[in-house]
């Protein structure tokens, strides 16, 4: 498949072929139909995440506030199917610390950004995985353009 693919702080993103993503346990693929550019892949293309402890490194694929359709559904998904338009957060949650229990999975103390660490790609893909899927995913409404969300 086609993915942006990040080069280097300050050096051209590059469309290459690479791997489709693997659907991981209690998660699901997804096809991006849209994403948004957030000006914190913008800091990142810049390299001036340091300051948090965030070093992007070449071959991340970025993208974090995507909107697509479910093409793959793993074991353990009880809420989500395969034709399914959703969109997700830019942190991916565990659902499991205090934090998610309390509904506050936005500051989850596991939670893995989407797109900034190689073991999560972003959505800047032709698809891109999500775990804990349950957890993370929302469901678009049909009657809402996918841009206009992204």
Known sequence: MKAVVFQGANEPLEIREVD???CEENGVVVETEACGICRS???AWQGDWDWIGLMPTPGLIFGHEPVGRVVEVSD???RFSEGDLVTNPFNLSDGTCPHCREGRANICEKSVPMGFVPFQQGAFAEEYP???ADQNLVTVPESVDPAEVA
Do not use: A, Q, S, Y
């Open 20 to 22: 489709r993503p693997e």
């Open 41 to 43: 892949d913008w800091h």
């Open 76 to 78: 353990g998904v009880e």
């Open 130 to 132: 999500v775990r804990n």
